[in-house]
């Protein structure tokens, strides 16, 4: 399967740990995104790369949530001292520039923080 | 900002039922237009999208999207829908202009019946 990959697909974690997620994007993609998606609502925009460069944040995105994509391939989303508002579906979907360009999703990863 | 409104958060039909989802979406700019579907247990697919030219785009399995653009609107109709329809559908839509994130709208859960 060449499509985006998403790891852990499931994460429960207490109040106050830290978690880490993986996104591997399609592999010719050079664009990465990160979405959140709570029960009821649509995606959320968190944050952009365009090969290893960060270049926009939501202001979603607090303190306690940091991205990095080190060599503009996968990318990871780290939450640390996680609260249980921050239980959540997070989607990570790549695209290639070109006009017009389509978005890929992921799986996601189903975090539940107790 | 951008914006996206569904008017349904949950649809139920009977099958061979026709569908019509609406949305309509806020933005001063020029934007492209996207329907995604996600199926009980299944990442977000795209299912169509529009960037310009006709304003009746079709996409995968049967669905059909129209652009009026002073309403504002990206409608997806299928005339005659399927118990394999069920599942969440998203509009989304971002500026078209260089890169741009998507904004979402709350999804609209279909139900059909056999």
């Known amino acids: 399967d060449t499509g985006v990959s998403q790891d852990p697909r499931h994460k429960i974690t207490k109040r106050g740990q830290n978690v880490t997620f993986r996104c591997d994007p399609i592999?010719?993609?050079?664009?990465l995104y990160w979405y959140r998606q709570t029960l009821g609502q649509g995606p959320e925009f968190l944050t952009y790369?365009?090969?290893?460069?960060?270049?926009?944040k939501s202001r979603l995105l607090s303190d306690r949530f940091s991205a990095e994509r080190p060599k503009g391939s996968f990318s990871t989303l780290e939450i640390q001292r996680t609260e249980q508002g921050d239980s959540a579906m997070y989607l990570c979907a790549s695209s290639f520039p070109t006009s017009g360009e389509t978005q890929y999703f992921g799986p996601g990863t189903r975090l539940l923080v107790l | 900002a951008q914006s996206v409104s569904q008017h349904n958060h949950h649809v139920i039909l009977s099958e061979a039922a026709s569908l019509e989802l609406g949305c309509n979406y806020s933005y001063g700019g020029t934007v492209n237009l996207f329907w995604y579907v996600q199926y009980p247990g299944q990442h977000l697919q795209l299912l169509l999208k529009y960037f310009s030219g006709d304003p009746l785009v079709k996409g995968i399995k049967g669905f059909e999207a129209e652009f009026i653009k002073s309403k504002f609107s990206f409608n997806l109709r299928k005339p005659s829908v399927q118990w394999s329809d069920t599942a969440e559908y998203f509009c989304?839509?971002?500026?078209?202009?260089?890169?741009?994130?998507?904004?979402f709208g709350k999804g609209t859960m279909l139900l059909v019946s056999p």
């Open positions: 592999s010719e993609h050079n664009r």
């Open positions: 989304a839509v971002n500026a078209n202009s260089g890169y741009s994130t998507l904004t």
């Open positions: 790369f365009q090969n290893e460069a960060q270049l926009e």
